[in-house]
C-alpha cells in the first residue's frame, strides 16, 4: 500500500506505508458509504480544468481526468454548478464501479447529467483517514503546489496512497468506519491457517 509520508519536508505526501505504520500514526480504516456519483471523462478541449470544491479547495483536473458529479434533488442551470471533484484515471478504475442498482429510477437531477454526458457510478473503495489535530501542508496529484490543510479537517489516503484533505462535514457524509473491527491481512492468515 502505498502512503505519504507526512514527515518528509513537513509535506503530507505519497510514500508506500505498511498498515501498521498508519495505525501507529493514529489513521483508521474506514468504508465508503455506497452513493450516486455521476462522471464523465474531462476532454483535452476542457483542460485544464480548475475545480473549486464544496470544501473550498481550488483542484486542478488534466484530460482524461474523470470528474464525479453529487446529483442531489434538484436539475442545476450549468454542469459546474453541481457539486464536483476530479480523479486521477488509475485511481479510478481501481475505486469505482459502475451502478449497479436494477430498480433504480433516476430523478431529474441525473438525467440532466446524463444528457451533460455523464454515466451512474459509485465508489466502492475505503480509506486511511485520520482527523489532523494541528495544521498540515498537503500535496496531491491535483494540487500544483502543498496547501494548507487545518486542523480538525479529514487527511484520507486512497488506493494508491493518494493524499487528499476534506471537511468534518463532507468526509462523514461519504464514509463511515467498519461495523467489524478491519483485521489485517496476517490476522486473517492466521485465522485462516487456524493458527489465532
Not at 458509504?33 to 478541449?45: C, F, Y
Not at 473549486?52 to 474523470?66: F, V
Amino acid at each position: 500500500m502505498q502512503v505519504y509520508d507526512e514527515l518528509s519536508d513537513d509535506i503530507i505526501k505519497q510514500k508506500q506505508w505498511s498498515e501498521a505504520e498508519l495505525r501507529k500514526r493514529g489513521y483508521e480504516y474506514y468504508l465508503r458509504k455506497k452513493e450516486l456519483t455521476m462522471v464523465r471523462e474531462l476532454p483535452a478541449s476542457e483542460a485544464p480544468k480548475r475545480i473549486r470544491t464544496s470544501d473550498g479547495q481550488e483542484l486542478i483536473a488534466q484530460a482524461g481526468y474523470l470528474i464525479c458529479y453529487r446529483p442531489g434533488d434538484h436539475v442545476r442551470p450549468r454542469l459546474d454548478d453541481y457539486e464536483h471533484w476530479p480523479v486521477e484515471p488509475s485511481v479510478f478504475s481501481k475505486t469505482y464501479r459502475q451502478w449497479d442498482r436494477p430498480d433504480w429510477e433516476p430523478n431529474a437531477a441525473v438525467r440532466h447529467l446524463m444528457r451533460l454526458g455523464c454515466q451512474p457510478y459509485y465508489k466502492c473503495a475505503g480509506v486511511w483517514a485520520k482527523r489532523l489535530t494541528q495544521d498540515a501542508l498537503l500535496q496531491s496529484m491535483e494540487h500544483r503546489r502543498p496547501v494548507l490543510v487545518e486542523a480538525g479537517e479529514y487527511v484520507a489516503v486512497g488506493v494508491d496512497g493518494e493524499p487528499y484533505s476534506m471537511g468534518e462535514k463532507t468526509f462523514h457524509s461519504r464514509y463511515e468506519r467498519p461495523t467489524k473491527p478491519a483485521i489485517s491481512l496476517s490476522e486473517k492468515l492466521k485465522k485462516l491457517l487456524g493458527r489465532v
